[in-house]
Nanobody, 122 residues
Framework: QVQLVESGGGLVQAGDSLRLSCAAS????????MGWFRQAPGKEREFVAA????????YYADSVKGRFTISRDNAKNTVYLQMNSLEPEDTAVYYC???????????????WGQGTQVTVSS
């Protein structure tokens, strides 16, 4: 089992920045990839970014490329999502996920956090 706890969400204005954190515990060595997804009200959960634990390879959704950066600190078992130039369209609950592959498909991630709310006002 892998437990994931997100933090860092909040209410910001358009153009501001936020950094989300995801602390992992349990059998963290069994998860080769970590990802961030988000879900806005009335919409399906969508992929944001993912990172491979061993070499740091990253993958981003086109909608956040150039604005968001995913990183990891393996010593702390923590993954981060630095979000810059936030837009009202980024408003959503952000979820951390752990899986085996750096892919944009939620079904490939077996462990999920409880989510953290990010609200961007215009």
């Amino acid at each position: 089992q892998v437990q994931l706890v997100e933090s860092g969400g909040g209410l910001v204005q358009a153009g501001d920045s936020l950094r989300l954190s995801c602390a992992a515990s349990g059998r963290t060595f069994s998860s080769a990839a970590m990802g961030w997804f988000r879900q806005a009200p009335g919409k399906e959960r969508e992929f944001v970014a993912a990172i491979r634990r061993n070499d740091g390879s990253t993958y981003y959704a086109d909608s956040v490329k150039g604005r968001f950066t995913i990183s990891r600190d393996n010593a702390k078992n923590t993954v981060y999502l630095q979000m810059n130039s936030l837009e009202p369209e980024d408003t959503a609950v952000y979820y951390c996920a752990a899986g085996q592959w750096v892919v944009p498909t939620s079904s490939h991630y077996g462990y999920w956090g409880q989510g953290t709310q990010v609200t961007v006002s215009s």
